[in-house]
């Protein structure tokens, strides 16, 4: 069995579907005869966003972990590590003094992003594994965007190595990039990385053809080294799950909300039903801003909302199974047609309905097109938006939508294995 090293910063008991991708990825990548050996960092020197201690769980029993330790830069930030936010300071929008500064260092002192504190350390331990293990393929996946430059150091002094940058989100594209107030210098250093890695990488993996157009669009001769690996749900996190249509009409969120998220044309919606005299209940699961949450509950009541802060990834799913609509809105910004949130995938395989709301061209969109979901809508359409959620409401048994295996995470690892077979 061929071995394959992952560098990987997020990693259990870190939670989000950056670590679910290579945690499934590495449980099922044996039956295409690779064996991976994961690289990432100690926990008691790792700051993540979330903790999901049961994904621990998921971990195969021979998958060889090494961690190593890292400069926490964010310490600088807060103490509380716990008070860390996540997608580079962009979900926790603080217009104070200090929410600016903070995020104006992060974004011209911490290039490409204070996680970069790990490096030196990640970097010497891969060379070990390397040479102990025999290793000829490396993979770095990220965000964070700092783990692709010690795959840019072991190509640099390793050349033989075969290296696979795996880019789940944009780099300098990102819908919050210009929160950290970049000053010209810092995005030209940016985008010098960013140019480096995906000139130097002899495969690129991203999750959707935008992601990639918006990679190619501004690198010349890399469209060759594109291959598209979506992400996708594990059967298993599904075997148990309650797939019943709650009594009352529940409408349910997951992940991350903020305000570059477009709600609007929704509370309207949801407002003018609420008013027609109709019951339900519109649930998210995840991190909402106090700001935001008034704001929903001013539109929508006190009584038809309900805010369930972060939970373990199982008990996601039982949300999620356990609703009558699912809501996956996508970010206003204009390179948002390369957003593909990974919720979306475990949402498919629930076979419940899915109100969408972004751009209908782009990588989201196709996914739920090609599943056969069509309430595709922009965030201003709150007429079509509430007349979809009133048909929902009145179908005396809402239609379940087909299986599709092509998202399974073992048909996704097989695809994995054929791009590493290359």
């Not at 995906?198 to 935008?210: E, P, R, Y």
């Amino acid at each position: 069995m061929k071995k394959i090293l992952v560098v990987t910063y997020y990693w259990p008991p870190s939670g989000g579907a950056g670590v679910q991708r290579w945690l499934k990825f590495s449980r099922y990548l044996p039956q295409s005869d690779w064996e991976p050996v994961i690289l990432t960092v100690d926990p008691a020197f790792a700051t993540y966003p979330a903790l999901d201690p049961s994904l621990e769980y998921d971990i195969p029993d021979r998958l060889k972990v090494h961690r190593v330790k890292a400069k926490d830069w964010f310490r600088l930030y807060a103490k509380d590590k716990s008070k860390v936010p996540s997608a580079g300071f962009a979900r926790n929008h603080d217009d104070s003094l200090k929410g600016r500064l903070s995020r104006f260092i992060r974004g011209n002192l911490f290039i490409p992003d204070p996680r970069r504190g790990w490096n030196r350390f990640a970097f010497r331990e891969a060379v070990r594994i390397i040479h102990r293990e025999g290793i000829n393929t490396v993979v770095t996946t990220s965000p964070p965007h700092s783990s692709q430059l010690i795959g840019l150091r072991i190509k640099k002094v390793m050349p033989e190595i075969k290296w696979i940058a795996d880019l789940r989100d944009p780099w300098t594209d990102i819908y919050y990039y210009d929160l950290f107030y970049p000053t010209l210098i810092a995005r030209s250093i940016d985008r010098y990385y960013e140019k480096k890695v995906l000139k130097k990488a002899d495969i690129l993996i991203t999750v959707g053809h935008n992601l990639a157009e918006t990679y190619i669009s501004k690198n010349e001769g890399i469209r060759e080294k594109f291959r598209i690996i979506p992400n996708g749900y594990d059967e298993e996190d599904f075997t148990r799950a309650d797939y019943r249509f709650p009594d009352r009409f529940t409408i349910t969120y997951t992940g991350t909300l903020s305000e570059a998220y477009p709600v609007d044309g929704l509370l309207d919606a949801l407002n003018r039903l609420k008013n027609n005299g109709h019951d339900f209940l519109l649930r998210f699961v995840g991190f909402v801003p106090e700001g935001i949450k008034a704001r929903i509950m001013r539109s929508v009541g006190h009584d038809r909302t309900e805010f369930i802060s972060y939970t373990d990834h199982k008990k996601a799913v039982k949300y999620i199974a356990e609703s009558s609509l699912l809501l996956l809105v996508i970010p206003d910004h204009k390179k948002n047609r390369a957003i593909t949130s990974g919720k979306i995938f475990e949402y498919i395989a629930t076979l419940k309905p899915i109100l969408y709301i972004g751009p209908a061209d782009g990588d989201a969109a196709f996914h739920l097109k090609a599943c056969g979901h069509d309430a595709i809508f922009s965030g201003k359409n709150s007429g079509e938006i509430s007349r979809y959620i009133e048909r929902r409401m009145k179908e005396a048994e809402p239609r379940l939508n087909k299986a599709h295996p092509e998202y399974s995470r073992k048909i996704l690892a097989l695809n994995l294995g054929r791009v590493l077979n290359e």
